[in-house]
Nanobody, 117 residues
Framework: QVQLVESGGGLVEPGGSLRLSCAAS????????MGWYRQAPGKERELVAT???????LYGDSVKGRFTISRDNASKMLHLQMNSLKPEDSAVYYC???????????WGQGTQVTVSS
């Protein structure tokens, strides 16, 4: 059974920074894609950033230049460094694992990020 657990969310002032982490556990294929998504109240879940082997790193337009995704395959960890945070970044952030060979998705429970003065 694959499980994803996010951590690092919290309350931060505009212009501040946070670093989110996602720990993956269980047995799964190394052929996979991991990424971060977020969802704010009344809005659809949107892509924040993904880390892939074939296409490299992809970012949503609203976070380009401010967020950085990184991955450690050995420890099965995914991170998201968020800088220059804005109030519109407030959302629940979810870690996602895609097992490419069987097209199966796993999601974490999410971690709340609130950007407010």
């Amino acid at each position: 059974q694959v499980q994803l657990v996010e951590s690092g969310g919290g309350l931060v002032e505009p212009g501040g920074s946070l670093r989110l982490s996602c720990a993956a556990s269980g047995s799964f294929s190394s052929i996979n894609t991991m990424g971060w998504y977020r969802q704010a109240p009344g809005k659809e879940r949107e892509l924040v950033a993904t880390e892939t082997a074939t296409r490299g790193t992809l970012y949503g337009d609203s976070v380009k230049g401010r967020f950085t995704i990184s991955r450690d395959n050995a420890s099965k960890m995914l991170h998201l460094q968020m800088n220059s945070l804005k109030p519109e970044d407030s959302a629940v952030y979810y870690c996602r694992l895609l097992l490419v060979t069987i097209s199966r998705d796993y999601w974490g429970q999410g971690t709340q990020v609130t950007v407010s003065s």
